[in-house]
T-cell receptor, first 112, second 111 residues
Framework: DAGVTQSPTHLIKTRGQQVTLRCSPK?????VSWYQQALGQGPQFIFQ???????QRGNFPDRFSGHQFPNYSSELNVNALLLGDSALYLC???????????FGQGTRLTVV | DAKTTQPNSMESNEEEPVHLPCNHS???????IHWYRQLPSQGPEYVIH???SNVNNRMASLAIAEDRKSSTLILHRATLRDAAVYYC????????????FGKGTKLSVKP
């Protein structure tokens, strides 16, 4: 089992551009959550997907959107990038009702 | 969600026990106490969780105060690989939602 895999590992974008980050959950996991982690801070919850629907959302603007596919993989899209969007983006997967969440290694996004 | 308070940083010597404290004075009766850790350049990983009783697993032990207003993560013999940021998180029983991370405690382990 490859665990949670995220792509790409690093990305540099220009302010105003759009970006798509991808996540493949651990085998069999049906729930995917996305987090943003600024330097020196703990991860902040963006949103969670279950059964291809957004189930819960954190305090992030509509520029942040997502999608979950029938195979449970997920994408995070960010439009109109700001310098402040530079961060490590983490994907976590779990089984519904399970205690433990499994995190990927993240995608490091730099906006210049 | 109830808040947790942890020291910003702690130091330990290799092969010695480490006690990482967490205060959660506003914890509710249905909140579980979870611990995750984040090694350098990695995503967070689950360590342990508990509700009322002390818990042990292969990674660590969790000691929960009788009034549940504080808890301590215990690493019995710290190794260099245990150097990480440790997060104490409260999560409501039955919650399928997000984990709310604070800044955590950065643990340094000296050889």
């Amino acid at each position: 089992d490859a665990g949670v895999t995220q792509s790409p590992t690093h990305l540099i974008k220009t302010r105003g551009q759009q970006v798509t980050l991808r996540c493949s959950p651990k085998s069999g996991h049906d729930t995917v959550s996305w987090y943003q982690q600024a330097l020196g801070q703990g991860p902040q919850f963006i949103f969670q997907y279950y059964e291809e629907e957004e189930r819960q959302r954190g305090n992030f603007p509509d520029r942040f959107s997502g999608h979950q596919f029938p195979n449970y993989s997920s994408e995070l899209n960010v439009n109109a990038l700001l310098l402040g969007d530079s961060a490590l983006y983490l994907c976590a997967s779990s089984l519904t009702n399970a205690i433990e969440a499994f995190f990927g290694q993240g995608t490091r996004l730099t906006v210049v | 969600d109830a808040k947790t308070t942890q020291p910003n940083s702690m130091e330990s010597n290799e092969e010695e026990p480490v006690h990482l404290p967490c205060n959660h004075s506003t914890i509710s009766g249905t909140d579980y106490i979870h611990w995750y850790r984040q090694l350098p350049s990695q995503g967070p990983e689950y360590v342990i969780h508990g509700l009322t009783s002390n818990v042990n697993n292969r990674m660590a032990s969790l000691a929960i105060a009788e009034d549940r207003k504080s808890s301590t993560l215990i690493l019995h013999r710290a190794t260099l690989r245990d150097a990480a940021v440790y997060y104490c998180i409260l999560r409501r029983r039955g919650s399928q939602g997000n984990l709310i991370f604070g800044k955590g405690t950065k643990l340094s382990v000296k050889p």
